[in-house]
C-alpha cells in the first residue's frame, strides 16, 4: 500500500492505493499551527477506522505548495508511518517537460494534475482546479506542460466580499435561480457561480483560440462540480485527479 498527501493551502487530502485502486481518501484542514503529534493523532484515526496498520504502507508521496509545514509533515510521516516520503520537487522524475520560464516555480499540486490528466485524458488538455486558487494549466499536444492562469478561488473571492463589504453576508455557495438576483444572498450566488463559470469558458476558449488547439478541459478541486455544471466547456470533473498523479508520479521513481 502506497499513501499519497497532496499539501494545499486550504486542505490536506490523503489517499491509500493498493496497487492501481484508491482504497481510502480523507480530506484534513491545511493547519499551519497543528504540531507533529496533532497531525499524527489524526492520522493515527484515520488508519484505525480504516483498518490499517502502518507496517503496511510501503511508500509515502506528497506534493505540498505550502513551504512553512514542510518540516512538520516530514516528522509526522517519519514518526508515524516510519517511512521517508517522496516529495515531489526538483529532483524527482515526473516526466512531465516542464516549459514554464522557471519550471521550479510551478506548484506541485499543478505538476500533478497535470501528470494524472496526460495519462487519463490525453492530449492538448486544460486542467481546472478550484482550490484556495483556481489554476488553469495548458498541456499541448505533445504532453509539454506550457503554463495556465491562476485566478482568486471561489472561497477567497466569497469571503473578501464579506470582509471588505459592511452590507455583504457569508453565503452559501450554491446556485441561484436566475443569473439576476434579487436579493443580496441570491446576488452573490449569481456573481459568484456564474462569474466562474464564465471564466473559465472564458479563459479556455482564448487558450484554443491563441494556441490554435481543441483540448480537453477537465475540471478538479473541491467545488468542481458547482461550477462544472454551469460551464459549456467543461467536459467532466474528476475529483481525486491530484491524488491520482501523486500515485503515477510515485511509481516512475520506483
Ligand atoms: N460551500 C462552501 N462555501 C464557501 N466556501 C467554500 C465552500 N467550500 C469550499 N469553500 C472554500 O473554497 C476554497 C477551496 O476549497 P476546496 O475544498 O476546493 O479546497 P481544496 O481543493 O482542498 O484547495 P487546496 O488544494 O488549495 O487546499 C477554500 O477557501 C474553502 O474554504
Ligand atoms: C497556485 C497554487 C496556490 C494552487 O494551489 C499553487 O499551485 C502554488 O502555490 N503555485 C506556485 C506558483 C505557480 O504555480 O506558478
Ligand atoms: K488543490
Known sequence: ?????????????????????????????TNRSSTVDEYGILLTNLFQLAGVRAEQIEGVILSSVVPP????????????????????????????????????????????????????????????????????????????YIGGA???????????????AAKLPRIELAKPKSVIGRNTVAAMQAGIVYGYAGQVDGISRRIAKEFNVKPRIIATGGLAELIAVESETIELVDPLLTLEGLRIVYERNG
Request: aromatic share 8%; charged share 20%; no cysteine.
Open 150 to 164: 491562476i485566478v482568486p478561488g471561489i472561497g477567497i473571492s466569497a469571503e473578501a466580499l464579506y470582509q471588505r
Open 1 to 29: 500500500m502506497i499513501l499519497v498527501f497532496d499539501v494545499g493551502n486550504t486542505n490536506i487530502v490523503l489517499g491509500l492505493y493498493k496497487g492501481r485502486e484508491l482504497t481510502h481518501h480523507w480530506r484534513l484542514s
Open 69 to 144: 509545514i514542510m518540516s512538520t509533515l516530514e516528522r509526522l510521516i517519519v514518526k508515524y508511518v516510519g517511512k521517508e516520503p517522496l516529495i515531489v520537487g526538483p529532483g524527482i522524475k515526473t516526466g512531465l517537460n516542464i516549459r514554464y520560464e522557471n519550471p521550479r516555480e510551478v506548484g506541485a499540486d499543478r505538476i500533478v494534475n497535470a501528470v494524472a490528466g496526460i495519462e487519463k485524458y490525453g492530449t492538448p488538455l486544460v486542467i481546472v482546479d478550484f482550490g484556495t486558487a483556481t489554476t488553469f494549466d495548458y498541456i499541448d499536444a505533445t504532453g509539454a
